[in-house]
């Protein structure tokens, strides 16, 4: 997921409370994590199984070994140190596009290979990435109360940091709009994480029995051949999608993440099928590639 907003919108604070919404670790996943942080020599002695999901955010100077993995002895990068966790790259055009473009691999295999002349390590990197930008270097662009003061040159150069192939490989794209005052100090409770984390794993236990049979999870790891099984959609959907796929120009990619999504809003709902409405919610949640 990416989000774009001013600064100051809440983007950083969301995404620190991703974690607490994920279903709570597995074994498998808790000494998959383990592992991988014993090797990257982060646990203690007398430290035991890693029993939290990952949070890691990296600075944006991080180098192209900090990010997938390197040295000598060829250790895990942020990329694994993540795995089954979380991986949040704020002010993400910041980052050196040639760190950034290493995210590719990892994103599509759940995997990273590190080859060095000694050895060819392969490590685990199935992680949510979760990134933040500002819509220009300013941060003000569209901003009704602050003006932008940006060329468009800067706003340019400032956005193709984020490669076409790099965003088209990111599932949820939203824009994050700044919170007006009298929201900011509203007495009205609002639905708190362990609410949202109960829907969340139901929907998770849908997906268990779902892929019993197969050797994947969730829906963000079906290929082409789950999603032709699990994301059926009818006749009027089918030319619906087919319409916005010729508006906004998405990729084949593009639409297999509108399904993925889509069928993850139906089992959020507790939903059998794929309905109309979610399809037209999971393409509202590509807000960048409308623009």
């Known amino acids: 997921m990416i989000m774009s907003g001013p600064p100051g919108s809440g983007k950083t604070m969301m995404a620190r409370r991703i974690p607490g919404i994920l279903p709570s670790f597995l074994f498998e996943e808790a000494l998959e994590t383990t592992k991988i942080h014993s090797v990257a020599g982060l646990l203690d002695a007398e430290s035991g199984l890693v029993n939290q999901r990952p949070y890691r955010n990296p600075h944006h100077t991080i180098s192209d070994a900090g990010l ?11 990329v694994s140190l993540a795995h089954n966790g979380v991986l949040f790259l ?28 000694m050895a060819t390590i392969t490590y685990p990197s199935s992680f949510m990435l979760v990134a933040a930008m500002n819509p220009c270097p300013c941060g003000y662009l ?9 060329g468009q040159a800067q706003i340019s150069r400032y956005k193709s940091k984020i490669s076409g192939p790099l965003m088209d490989r990111i ?26 984390r109960s829907r969340v794993e139901a929907a998770r236990r849908i997906q268990s029995k779902r892929f019993a049979k197969t050797k994947i999870k969730t829906n963000a790891e079906m290929g082409s051949r789950h999603i032709k099984a699990f994301c059926s959609i009818d006749s009027p959907i089918t030319s619906f999608l087919e319409k916005a796929s010729e508006k906004l120009g998405l990729s084949a990619r593009g639409v297999s993440r509108i399904l993925k999504i889509a069928r993850t809003i139906a089992d959020l709902e507790a939903s059998p099928d794929i309905a109309h409405h979610h399809v037209a919610e999971a393409i509202q949640l590509r807000s960048l590639d409308r623009h």
């Open 142 to 150: 569209g901003d009704p109360v602050h003006e932008c003061k940006c």
């Open 171 to 196: 599932d949820i794209q939203v824009e994050v709009p700044q919170v007006n005052y009298k929201s900011l100090m509203s007495d009205k409770k609002a639905e708190g994480s362990p609410e949202i």
């Open 90 to 117: 704020d002010e993400m055009p910041e980052f050196k596009k040639t760190v950034l473009e290493m995210l590719r691999q990892p994103l599509e295999d759940r995997r990273v290979t590190i080859s060095r002349a």
């Open 68 to 78: 997938i993995g390197g040295g000598a002895n060829p250790k895990p990068g942020e």
